[in-house]
């Protein structure tokens, strides 16, 4: 993977700019720590870091090629698992490629197909191509959103980047925030609506779609969307087509020049992408599968079973390893590392977001990279075939919100009364909700209990998982770590869409047709074991770190944070000795520890980058 940024101008000398390139492209160097490449050419301006993964000698970027009397320009980040097919039809139509890399594959793509080359792409990607024929730059991120991309269109340039920090290095991009940005942090976050980039200026490029730029301005549009369509096929073959495009996913996506590797968790989904990369490499003769687990110092001591952490994980991780015969690696956090580097993970960010199950996950992807430069991991699993808690408990069904916006009352109540009536916090939420359920795609005729779990499912896809992929995109990329994601196929994604719940729930269990189709490839004992999600710190250390920190804050009249919030009642919650360490707050992980530790990235982001708030 990669970091990609770049500006277009059409009536300025750009070749005076090509220390501001620079800079913005250097601000991506963790996510590209091997090269670094720039272009100018009127009115455009492209800068790439590479994180080397196939054909390190020859993929180079930019990237150029030439066509008749028309020039092509293309950065890129992402991976094109389908290259092989693209590559012999291109060949076929006439053209010749000179390297390995997928990278010449996307640019001959558009040459060869214009901007339908991405309805072709099987991959993740985001990338822009200035077209010298047409004098214009086309931009297009992958269908699910697993990469980023950031755009402004400010006063009469385009500018463009992988991550928010570029864009801001640029003169006509504002580190500006105004009342829906504030309520994005405060009430959605540290989810975010697609295309909003917080950010008054900054704009997200949504996932599955597309943008032109050209003297005439600019035109977005989604080249690809989920679509409701009749179920044809029984419980056996329904099965057999989950298991047959999860394996050709995986075998895609493990094609690689680098070392590559599976995070383990020990839990049906990590699992299920292990034993088919170590059947995958002991089929082609590949050696022994890396794995890699996190857990935290003293974790075992402080665990507390829950509903939504059943058992921990150590044993199942052992379990699997012991089962797979895989070359594994045991990461522990110190509670001191999580909240150092809560500041670092808003920094790869560049917004405050999922506290310490950032930054644990930060510090993981850098231990990781000590030892690989790609990782497989099961992202998007539970929401694809529903295994969080809210698609089964009425209450969460019928909350008529997110349901993993947990006590949005609560969190409103966090704001100064100044705040609140400017933002209108729960407002902003229930239109975002309401917004996002008139999008669904519902089966003519469909109602009830079936319309009530397709919401559910777009829901999950198209507004939870984002929150994941960023995470996963922003710490690994942060510590120069690929991560794929094999359950984020869309051609699985679509199919699995349109499975009815009672086939989607099969056996009576939460991804019981996931568990179905994997019959054969884990133990019966890993098969069938109840769901848990990624581990998180139970040390009351860890809490007591993250209060104090949210009380200095609240004693320092310089913190930016201050007039945003009621001071009196968050210091009534960190001042509280013990009722503040399960407080509900976001998603089934996050709880009273998450909520401070957000609040002190919060106010960190507000200092760092001197964000305006008007």
Not at 90 to 114: K, M, N
Not at 161 to 171: F, M, Q, T, V
Not at 330 to 340: A, D, K, R, S, T
Not at 383 to 396: K, N, Q, S, T
């Amino acid at each position: 993977m990669c970091g990609i940024t770049g500006f277009v101008q059409w009536n300025r000398d750009l070749t005076q700019e090509s220390e501001l390139l620079v800079r913005m492209t250097d601000s991506l160097s963790n996510r590209g720590p091997d090269a670094s490449g720039t272009w100018i050419s009127n009115p455009c301006a492209f800068g790439h870091r590479r994180l080397s993964v196939m054909d390190p000698e020859n993929g180079a970027q930019p990237m150029h090629a030439l066509q008749g009397d028309y020039s092509y320009t293309v950065v890129y980040n992402g991976e094109l698992y389908n290259a092989p097919e693209l590559k012999k039809e291109l060949l076929q139509r006439g053209h010749h490629f000179r390297t390995q890399c997928d990278t010449e594959v996307l640019l001959a793509s558009y040459i060869e197909w214009g901007p339908a080359c991405v309805e072709k792409f099987n991959g993740i990607f985001a990338f822009a191509i200035w077209d010298g024929g047409r004098e214009q730059v086309f931009i297009a991120r992958d269908r699910l959103g697993v990469k980023p991309l950031f755009y402004s269109n400010a006063k009469d340039a385009l500018v463009f980047g992988s991550e928010p920090k570029a864009l801001l290095l640029h003169p006509d991009v504002e580190a500006a925030v105004g009342p829906e940005g504030l309520a994005e942090v405060f009430i959605v976050g540290p989810a975010r609506t697609p295309g909003h980039g917080v950010y008054s200026s900054l704009h997200e490029l949504k996932p599955a779609h597309a943008m032109i730029y050209s003297r005439s301005g600019m035109k977005t549009y989604a080249y690809w969307k989920l679509e409701s369509v009749k179920h044809e096929h029984n419980l056996e073959e329904t099965a057999a087509e989950v298991r047959r495009l999860l394996q050709d996913t995986l075998e895609r996506q493990l094609a690689s020049d680098v070392p590559v590797c599976s995070l383990l968790s020990g839990g049906l989904d990590s699992s299920a992408l292990s034993a088919l990369a170590v059947d995958y490499y002991n089929r082609t003769g590949q050696g022994q599968v890396s794995t890699y687990s996190v857990d935290y110092v003293d974790n075992a001591k402080h665990f507390q079973a829950h509903s939504f952490q059943p058992g921990a994980d150590g044993p199942w991780i052992q379990r699997m390893v012991d089962e797979l015969q895989t070359d594994h690696h045991w990461i522990e956090i110190e509670n001191g590392e999580l909240v150092h580097a809560l500041t670092q993970a808003m920094l790869v960010r560049d917004l405050p977001g999922m506290a310490d199950v950032d930054s644990s996950l930060y510090l993981f992807c850098k231990e990781i990279k000590k030892g690989a430069t790609v990782a497989i991991s099961g992202e998007a699993a539970d929401e694809v075939f529903g295994g969080y808690p809210w698609f089964h408990r009425d209450e969460m069904l019928n909350s008529g919100t997110f349901p993993w916006s947990v006590a949005p009352d609560m969190r409103a109540g966090l704001l100064s009364p100044d705040i609140r009536e400017w933002i209108r916090p729960l407002d902003y939420l229930a239109d975002r909700y309401s917004d996002a359920v008139a999008e669904v795609p519902l089966l003519d005729g469909e109602t009830g209990k079936t319309a009530q779990m397709r919401v559910m499912s777009y829901l999950n896809i198209t507004r939870f998982m984002p929150t994941l992929l960023d995470r996963k995109d922003r710490m690994s990329m942060g510590a120069g770590l690929e991560v794929r994601v094999p359950y984020c196929d869309h051609r699985l994604i679509q199919y699995v869409f349109n499975i009815p719940w009672e086939m989607k729930i099969t056996g009576g269990r939460e991804k019981g047709i996931l568990r179905k189709a994997l019959e054969g490839v884990l133990p019966d004992d890993v098969l069938y074991r109840k769901k848990s999600p990624y581990p998180k710190t139970h040390n009351p250390q860890y809490l007591a770190a993250v209060k104090q920190q949210v009380l200095e804050i609240l004693d320092d009249p310089t913190s930016p944070i201050l007039p945003l919030i009621d001071k009196v009642q968050i210091r009534n919650l960190a001042s509280s000795p013990d009722a503040s360490s399960n407080l509900p707050w976001f998603g089934q992980l996050m709880s009273g520890p998450q909520l401070f530790a957000y609040l002190t990235q919060i106010n960190s982001w507000l200092k760092t980058y001197h964000v305006a708030i008007r």
